[in-house]
Nanobody, 126 residues
Framework: QVHPVESGGGLVQAGGSLRLSCAAS????????VGWFRQAPGKEREFVAA????????YYADSVKGRFTISRDKAKNTVYLQMNSLKPEDTAVYYC???????????????????WGQGTQVTVSS
């Protein structure tokens, strides 16, 4: 089991940047793929980005491609989501998640993830 915890959310103007962090106390976190998802009020939780357990493969939703970058620092046991050129439609609660087992596939479907953080609010003003 891993217990991811998000941080770094806040209020930013359109065009601005934020960096979200997803950390876990378990050292095994470095062996899990990690996904970022977001949920806006009244909408379904949607995929944003994911990174393989090795860090060599990354995947993005079309809506954030070219603006967001996912990365991981194994020494810090942390996965980051750098968000640039933010738009009001990026406003949501952002969650990071890990799948049920280590060394697994990197998935975009939320059904493939078992361990979820509590979320961090990102608000982009126009």
């Amino acid at each position: 089991q891993v217990h991811p915890v998000e941080s770094g959310g806040g209020l930013v103007q359109a065009g601005g940047s934020l960096r979200l962090s997803c950390a876990a106390s378990e050292l095994t976190f470095t062996t899990y793929a990690v996904g970022w998802f977001r949920q806006a009020p009244g909408k379904e939780r949607e995929f944003v980005a994911a990174i393989s357990w090795g860090g060599g493969d990354t995947y993005y939703a079309d809506s954030v491609k070219g603006r967001f970058t996912i990365s991981r620092d194994k020494a810090k046991n942390t996965v980051y989501l750098q968000m640039n050129s933010l738009k009001p439609e990026d406003t949501a609660v952002y969650y990071c998640a890990a799948p049920p087992r280590p060394f697994g596939a990197t998935l975009s479907a939320k059904s493939g993830y078992e361990y979820w953080g509590q979320g961090t609010q990102v608000t982009v003003s126009s």
